[in-house]
């Protein structure tokens, strides 16, 4: 099994790269975090990897941490989650944000993933409970009931999840929920 690559960037198409290493190219899907944070052509890169052998093909998924790869794993072990939807939910949300909706089960931030409906985004709250959480996204996971009703409220008036943790990020941790909103919508006026 192939466990890490690492070389020279040769090819970058979403979700795409291709990874040369000693003149071998590497075809290697990667999730659109891990696909952002890549360097430039021709630069070094090294992945951790996932190699998967199906009847018709073999397919190498990439991540850019060990946390990107450990929540594919996971998610990929539960029934009717594939690698292409796995792919498909890490490149929707960080694995900070997935722990977080786990932690609290939060079945609406999945469904913004497209192609997780509201039953699938049950089974995948249900099944990852205890295995996907607090350890592997500890900054978020460990939210307080404060900042967890911060983010639901910057949620609900239309914020995408990434500006909500942004957001979240830089309040104190023990401010109040009505100043925190005030707090968390001043800076991403901003």
Do not use: W
């Not at 000693?22 to 999730?31: I, L, R, T």
């Not at 093909?57 to 292409?84: H, N, T, W």
């Amino acid at each position: 099994m192939i466990g890490k690559l690492t070389g020279t960037l040769s090819d970058k198409n979403p979700p795409q790269v291709m990874v040369d290493c000693g003149g071998v190219g590497y075809e290697v899907q990667v999730p659109m975090g891990t696909f952002y944070n890549l360097p430039a052509l021709g630069e070094k890169v090294s992945l951790l990897t996932h190699f998967v052998v199906r009847e018709d093909a073999q397919i190498l998924y990439g991540f850019g941490s060990p946390q990107e790869r450990a929540a594919f794993r996971e998610l990929i072990k539960i029934s009717g989650v594939g690698p292409r939807t796995a792919l498909s939910v890490l490149s929707g949300m960080s694995v900070a944000d997935l722990a977080q909706a786990i932690t609290l089960q939060e079945p609406g931030r999945l469904t913004k993933v497209p192609g997780i409906g509201a039953k699938t985004a049950q089974r995948l709250l249900l099944e990852l409970k205890g295995k996907l959480g607090a350890d592997i996204g500890a900054p978020m996971g460990a939210a307080s009931g404060a900042q967890s009703d911060i983010l639901q409220a910057l949620l609900a008036l239309g914020y995408n999840d990434k500006e909500a943790a942004l957001a979240l990020k830089a309040l104190p941790s023990d401010v109040g929920v009505s100043e925190g909103i005030k707090l968390a919508l001043k800076a991403l006026a901003r």
